[in-house]
């Protein structure tokens, strides 16, 4: 049953601060669900987590003192996100299911569950009662309250709205073909593509998950976001180049790289994991991909590896707090803000052996998935002021409204003779 994967999802999730992506495929790998009921089970577990502050203030005046288990409360998040946000299931579907699965552990709980749910019903939802605009924008969107003030601080208001709102909605299918085995006016001859807004490499995908397709299999295309696909291009590897990528897994840039080298030249690659360098050699294979070179390693002591001045272009896509992926990643928004203390000490380290590792005249690219200012232009305005030889070619930021695309900061570097 759709229903009862999600709330298996949704309690490994809450119980062992999973990766709610990864946990989600795992289960519907193993399950026996139709495409429709894996579709369903796909949107409860999404929708329940980011709307989830949403959801807890319309639930609050229904469970103020009573004493809540964990699982119960998780049945009536997920309940209240289809009641509210799943125009298509009808209401008594919903609750009939939520009951089930509460008396799965305990009679009374399939009672309490039930009068909580046709209460709701009954008395429709609740208007939002916070004056402070921050607050409100916090529980519309289920954003915590530092997020919305920091973008808010960073760019202003009204942006800050649009970012959260934005986060909310469905992230697109985008995939890049892969120029080594076929063109992409030869893909677009297929109905189900269309080309992307973003990328001159870009597709989105109109049937399904393209994962499951030959295209895919095959390695025509691979799943990229559009804003993604823009790295690669901006560092301009040439077929002569010796190419140093610092954190390359999941390998979705570093294919990139090779593919406008045309599987010339020579690109290095490291990663901290030995689980996700193998996921690495995966997608060279798929693609075709064979001038990669990869090692399981910290880049932050790459500089007792290699000699100074070693390679011609870098590629950093640091590690990063994730604020511009929150669609595709809902549960990034309920991280610590405190995690960004140790990110970005990291990120200072990492540019520290870039600089190291790049040649005279060479090229670099510092790139994240954040559209947070202190991990993109203020971490490169301290890394210009201690390397004053390197100069800014180009800098893009890539808001998520603007194409409905991930977030993305990106500074082509070049260091001076």
Not at 276 to 282: G, P, Q, R, S
Request: aromatic residues 8%; proline residues 4%.
């Amino acid at each position: 049953m759709a229903r009862t994967t999600a709330l298996d999802v949704l309690i490994k999730y809450q119980n062992e601060q999973s990766y709610l992506n990864i946990t989600l495929n795992d289960y519907l790998e193993k399950s026996l669900l139709s495409r429709n009921d894996k579709d369903l089970a796909t949107r409860i577990v999404y929708g329940t987590i980011q709307n989830k502050l949403y959801l807890e203030y319309q639930l609050a005046p229904y469970i103020q003192g009573k004493k809540i288990k964990n699982r119960e409360k998780m049945i009536l998040l997920m309940s209240l996100y289809q009641l509210i946000f799943l125009d298509k299931v009808p209401d008594y579907a919903v609750i009939d299911e939520a009951v089930r699965l509460a008396k799965k552990r305990d009679n009374f709980a399939g009672k309490f569950v039930n009068a909580i749910l046709r209460n709701f019903l009954r008395n429709g939802k609740c208007e939002i009662d916070e004056k402070d605009e921050l607050k409100r924008i916090s529980i519309e969107t289920s954003h915590p309250l530092w997020i919305v003030k920091m973008l808010s601080k960073q760019y202003d208001l009204n942006i800050a709205k649009k970012i959260c709102q934005h986060d909310n909605t469905p992230p697109t299918r985008a995939a890049r073909v892969n120029i080594l085995k076929t063109t992409k006016a030869q893909l677009l001859t297929d109905e189900n593509f269309e080309a992307g807004n973003l990328s001159p490499d870009g597709l989105l995908y109109r049937a399904g998950n393209i994962a499951n397709t030959d295209y895919f299999k095959n390695g025509l295309v691979t799943i990229q976001d559009e804003s993604s696909q823009l790295i690669a291009p901006l560092l301009d590897p040439q077929p002569t180049d010796l190419v140093l990528d610092m954190c390359c897994a999941p390998g979705s840039k570093t294919t990139h790289l090779a593919a406008i080298m045309n599987n010339q030249g020579k690109i290095i690659a490291y990663d901290l994991f030995e689980h996700k360098i193998k996921l690495v050699e995966a997608n060279l294979k798929r693609l075709g991909v064979n001038n990669v070179e990869l090692h399981v390693g910290d880049a932050t002591l790459l500089k007792e590896k290699y000699s100074e001045e070693s390679f011609d272009k870098i590629l950093l896509d640091a590690p990063c707090s994730g604020l511009g992926v929150m669609k595709r990643k809902p549960e990034i928004k309920y991280h610590d803000s405190g995690a960004m203390d140790t990110i970005i000490p990291l990120q200072a380290k990492l540019l520290d052996n870039a600089y190291y590792l790049l040649k005279k005249n060479g090229k670099m690219v510092y790139s994240t998935c954040t559209i947070n200012k202190k991990e993109n232009e203020q971490m490169i305005k301290q890394f210009l002021d201690k390397y004053p030889d390197m100069k800014i070619i180009e800098e893009k930021k890539i808001l998520p409204y603007v194409y409905d695309s991930d977030g993305f900061y990106m500074c082509k570097l070049e260091k001076g003779k």
